[in-house]
């Protein structure tokens, strides 16, 4: 929002012309948390600048481009002699004149010089060339008998000023006004506020007017006709309108068209005027027909969808609702007759209805911030009387003002000192009530709780919190101390952030790399895993408004990401990746499904809308999931180095099995995206059942060819959730005996797994045993045709004594006896 400081400071209270500098009304801003943009100061000229009066117009055809030479009376004895190229004025008309020894903004001197043949004793001025705004399209020409030859220029100008520009947020739409930003000034000024119009009495609509209906479905609550009758159409708006409008960003057009924009910006109540001989009928706001034209303002024909809302005639749609208007009513050259609008529109439609079409105008920009229903008729009756004063004619005493019932503004009860309480400031007493009702609120205290209703032009003001920050922001936020909270004792992290942390924390120090992935699962992900139709991992949740279209459903699984994440690093030469990532997973087919409507957030939900709505979300268990391609060992002089494999995924799972300081067995399985002959399923123990955490080990070649990855990758992933953790980790236990090593090798079928036999010989060594690890597999001609031999180093020792050579042989036999019976195993 950009306006002149000259306009900011007429609504204030004060009896100054500028009571306050730039700087000060700058700092008054942002102490009420507004930003500001800019402030550039304008209009700063040196030296003589005057009103003139164009006596006579040579046109000097003998050169390329149009010139002019132009007899200007300054109020001196003889008039100036001046060339000019602009062709937008006549004889007798009053222009801005910079003479001879004049510096215009951008250091730009004006001095007498000889130019197409003729000598120049100054300069017809533009509004560019004063630095008022960017208009380029021809000398300033003022309002017949506004002025005399030569007048200073500076006064009538209103030279210098300020712009000031204000970055109002879409939740103030109020600020998009002086009317809201000369209220928000004057609270932080502590002066008075002198609401603009605030005189005009919008009268009591009668019969008579023009016919108005609204459909309700449209949104639309309010809409006012007045009709102004024999204006001229050729009438000039004055030029301190037309400065505030160029300093908005707004070209002057027409008076009538320049008076809709000026109040728009002193209120914040869009208007529109049509040509009210061009209206057939009366005006009627509707739901655009599916496929309706309409030819806006820009001259664009415009396809109409059915949520588009219209304002019609007989003939059918004549404008877009607090859009653009018609191009068929539009206010032109030959316009005697007004119809005036002034109309409350559904913010969200109007806000579509730009979006749909790729339009934007400053009427939209208000509506769709909510513009205040209470202002429409007095918005009205203000431009009715500008365009009278203005352009002449006569308003109609018979209006419409349609409006269709709404809900009344709620009152919030709001505690006077929950401002202190949020702050952790004493304020005065009568603060809280003070500040609210300088925004515009209506206050009732008693016993220390205020009934506050808010304003009609603030639809931000919704809750007590909504009130809190309105008096902390007017208080000064800057003023609330900035208190590093104190931190509980007896507090810290909960068993499932340390499981969590460690579980992290374990995998970094082995090596691998923390990652992010999108929690949303690329299109197609299964199919090119080959996954089977009733995979449960194909039973995702969509999302309504996916951040991407080709990415609705939310992961079932956390390998998509990170193997995406595998081929991006491959594709920008990063070959040797460990990378893992710890997230939660949603799994669709859970929960109860039932369908929970929002809920109030005006006040705390019950324990049975918190449990029902609990109880309609999907299962989101925590999951840990790791990918290892290239070496995992480096090369370099000492060697070729090692190629990740299978095994280094299993031992990633004893990592984090550990860290989580729980045992886990590793089981042959077959699961896709896996190897079916390289793949483990990882099972742990929960009150004497086996419950399956994950899987781990290299992915299928054909999932690696058509995913584009390394042969040989491999990957793991486990549920920490069902992992779980035990609280009370076992005590290790020393002994000071020596221990006893053994080693024994023993031949098995070869589709016996290596985790079974070890688990065999654990079981017949007894107690004794401390440790076992298996350091060797062997196949080959000695042992027969689908046989291997697995070779294991036994640790034994015993808490009490030291163990003898025969007691370790003992248990080693017995282990062995043991693994016979139970996997077919026979000594080497």
Not at 51 to 70: A, D, H, M, N, Y
Not at 320 to 329: D, K, N, P
Not at 641 to 661: H, L, N, T, Y
Not at 748 to 756: E, F, G, H, I, N
Request: a negative charge; one cysteine or more; charged letters at 25%.
């Amino acid at each position: 929002m950009r306006v002149p400081q000259s306009w900011l400071t007429d609504v204030l209270d004060t009896t100054e012309a500028q009571p306050f500098t730039a700087e000060q009304i700058d700092a008054a801003f942002v102490r009420v948390g507004f930003e500001i943009e800019d402030v550039e100061p304008f209009g700063a000229i040196d030296g003589p600048l005057v009103i003139g009066r164009v006596q006579s117009i040579e046109e000097l055809t003998e050169f390329k481009k149009p010139i002019r030479f132009c007899h200007v009376a300054v109020g001196e004895d003889a008039p100036r002699e001046i060339v000019c190229g602009a062709r937008n004025f006549t004889e007798g008309d009053l222009v801005v004149v910079a003479l001879p020894g004049t510096t215009l903004p951008g250091g730009f001197q004006i001095a007498s010089r000889k130019t197409y043949g003729k000598t120049s004793d100054g300069m017809i001025c533009s509004v560019t060339e004063l630095g008022v705004g960017d208009d380029h399209t021809g000398i300033l020409v003022l309002p017949a008998g506004s002025a005399e030859p030569g007048d200073d220029a500076r006064a009538f100008l209103g030279l210098p000023d300020t712009a000031i520009e204000v970055n109002v947020t879409p939740d103030r739409g109020y600020a998009f006004s002086v009317r809201g930003l000369g209220r928000e000034l004057a609270g932080s000024l502590g002066v008075g506020f002198r609401e603009p119009g605030a005189d005009i009495d919008p009268g009591v609509a009668g019969d008579g007017g023009t016919a108005v209906e609204i459909d309700p479905a449209t949104g639309a609550t309010r809409y006012t006709a007045r009709v102004i009758t024999g204006v001229d159409p050729t009438a000039a708006s004055p030029w301190w309108m037309r400065k505030r409008l160029l300093i908005a960003g707004i070209r002057p057009i027409s008076a009538i068209v320049d008076v809709t924009n000026y109040v728009m910006i002193e209120s914040g109540q869009p208007l529109h005027a049509f040509d009210a001989d061009r209206v057939r009928g009366g005006i009627t706001v509707r739901n655009a027909h599916a496929g309706e034209k309409l030819t806006t303002l820009d001259g664009a024909e415009r396809v109409l969808d059915a949520q588009d809302v219209v304002i019609a005639d007989e003939s059918g749609a004549i404008a877009l609702a607090g859009v653009m208007g018609g191009a068929s009513t539009e206010v032109g050259d030959e316009t005697v007759n007004v119809l005036l609008e002034s109309a409350t529109f559904d913010p969200v439609r109007v806000f579509r209805t730009g979006k749909r079409h790729k339009l934007s105008s400053e009427a939209a920009k208000r509506f769709e911030r909510t513009v205040d229903p209470e202002i429409t008729a007095r918005a009205s009756a203000r431009a009715a009387e500008l365009i009278v004063q203005i352009a002449g004619g006569t308003l109609e005493s018979a209006w419409t003002d349609e409006r269709l019932p709404v809900e009344p503004t709620p009152v919030i009860a709001f505690a006077a000192d929950a401002p202190d309480r949020t702050a952790g400031i004493v304020y005065p007493e009568g603060t809280s009530a003070r500040r609210l009702r300088e925004v515009g609120c209506a206050v009732e205290e008693h016993d220390g709780l205020l009934a506050v209703t808010p304003p009609s032009w603030r639809p931000d003001l919704r809750q007590s919190a909504d009130l809190v920050e309105e008096v902390l922001r007017l208080e000064g936020l800057e003023d609330i101390p900035a208190v590093v909270p104190r931190a509980p004792g007896g507090h810290g992290l909960t068993p499932e952030q340390r499981r969590r942390r460690s579980i992290g924390r374990t995998l970094a120090l082995d090596g691998f790399t923390e990652v992010l992935p999108y929690p949303f699962m690329p299109a197609g992900v299964f199919d090119t895993w080959g996954l089977p139709s009733d995979d449960p991992r194909r039973a995702s949740v969509s999302v309504l408004n996916p951040l991407e279209s080709d990415r609705p459903e939310l992961n079932t699984t956390l390998l998509p990401g990170l193997l995406e994440m595998v081929g991006r690093n491959i594709a920008r030469g990063q070959r040797d990746l460990a990378l893992f990532t710890i997230g939660q997973i949603v799994l669709g087919g859970t929960g109860s499904g039932e369908t929970v409507e929002a809920l109030d957030v005006t006040h705390r939900p019950s324990d049975a809308d918190i449990a029902r709505l609990n109880a309609s979300l999907p299962d989101q268990p925590l999951h840990v999931a790791a990918v290892l391609t290239g070496l995992a060992e480096p090369a370099g002089p000492w060697g070729p180095g090692r190629a990740a494999d299978a095994a280094d995924a299993f031992e990633a799972v004893r990592s984090i099995a550990r860290a989580a300081g729980v045992d886990v067995e590793l089981e042959a399985d077959d699961r896709l995206p896996w190897h079916p002959g390289r793949c483990a399923r990882v099972v742990t123990t929960h009150d004497g059942e086996p419950v399956t955490v994950g899987w781990a080990g290299e992915l299928h070649p054909a999932v690696c060819e058509r995913a584009n990855l390394p042969k040989r990758t491999c990957a793991l992933e486990l549920s920490i959730d069902a992992l779980g953790a035990s609280t009370k980790l076992p005590a290790p236990s020393l002994s000071v005996f020596p221990a006893v090593l053994q080693d024994v090798a023993v031949v098995v079928d070869a589709d016996v797994p290596s985790a079974r036999v070890a688990a065999a010989l654990g079981e017949g060594a007894g107690e004794l045993l401390e440790s076992l690890e298996l350091f060797d597999v062997y196949t080959g001609d000695q042992l027969g045709e689908g046989k291997k031999s697995l070779a294991f180093a036994l640790r034994f020792r015993a808490a009490d004594r030291t163990l003898t050579e025969d007691e370790a042989s003992a248990a080693k036999m017995a282990a062995v006896e043991h693994a016979a019976s139970a996997v077919g195993a026979r000594l080497r």
